[in-house]
């Protein structure tokens, strides 16, 4: 069945820093894939998607782009900040099916 | 986008009882699903629940474990049944309106604890 692999965390980083999360799927057709964050003490917040292949998902800096030849959705931001520690979620989502998950990257920015 | 209404945000139970989850949606949505996160962990689907019919549930999860209605297309409901405290968990719902750009959205979430 379809599946979403992510990078282990936790993920340590300096203010101003450059991040970048793995995230490769696995799954039948074409799906829509998303990244979700999880503030501390927060509920799941959608962060950005992307439905087709090169499309590019983007929201408060963060970015990721669909890869269909290397089956990859990973999550880049330029410049972090203390803000940005959070778990993030990478997630993929058939037509008029439920998310299936990847396992989590706890991000820790420190000033 | 759709707003969910999903209550208790919270609560303890005592081992053995049934906690009922609801949720509700303020438009009407095709898809409905519930969730569970244990403390640390991703998000595990547990079932669709499915309008007018029963849920369909996946792998390692029952319906005499955690029965779901859905009677119209805004509103369903969890049950947690028999509680033990590996049920201890946060329960979310979540839904898509069946266009399939359309967001999926979460709610709150309810935070279970079971002693």
């Known amino acids: 069945g379809d599946s979403v692999t992510q990078m282990e965390g936790p993920v340590t980083l300096s203010e101003e820093a450059f991040l970048t999360i793995n995230c490769t799927y696995t799954?039948?057709?074409?799906?829509?894939l998303f990244w979700y964050v999880q503030y501390p003490g927060e509920g799941l917040q959608l962060l950005l998607k992307?439905?087709?292949?090169?499309d590019k998902g983007s929201n408060k800096g963060f970015e990721a782009t669909y890869r269909k030849e290397t089956t990859s959705f990973h999550l880049e931001k330029g410049s972090v900040q203390v803000s940005d520690s959070a778990v993030y979620f990478c997630?993929?989502?058939?037509?008029?099916?439920?998310?299936?998950f990847g396992k989590g990257t706890t991000l820790s920015v420190s000033s | 986008s759709a707003v969910i209404s999903q209550k208790p945000s919270r609560d303890i139970c005592q081992r053995g009882t049934s906690l009922t989850i609801q949720c509700q949606v303020d438009?009407?949505?095709?898809?409905m699903f519930w969730y569970r996160q244990q403390p640390g962990q991703s998000l595990t689907l547990i079932a669709t629940?499915?309008?007018?019919?029963?849920?369909?549930?996946e792998s390692g999860f029952v319906i005499d474990k955690f029965p779901i209605s859905r009677p119209n297309l805004t509103f369903s409901t969890l049950t947690v049944s028999n509680m033990s405290p590996e049920d201890s968990s946060i329960y979310l719902c979540?839904?898509?309106?069946?266009?399939?750009?359309?967001?999926?959205?979460f709610g709150s979430g309810t935070q279970l604890s079971v002693l």
């Open positions: 979540s839904v898509e309106s069946g266009i399939r750009d359309e967001k999926l959205f």
């Open positions: 799954a039948t057709g074409y799906p829509s």
């Open positions: 992307a439905t087709k292949a090169d």
């Open positions: 997630a993929l989502s058939q037509a008029g099916t439920a998310l299936i």
């Open positions: 438009s009407q949505v095709t898809m």
């Open positions: 629940a499915n309008q007018g019919s029963e849920a369909t549930y």
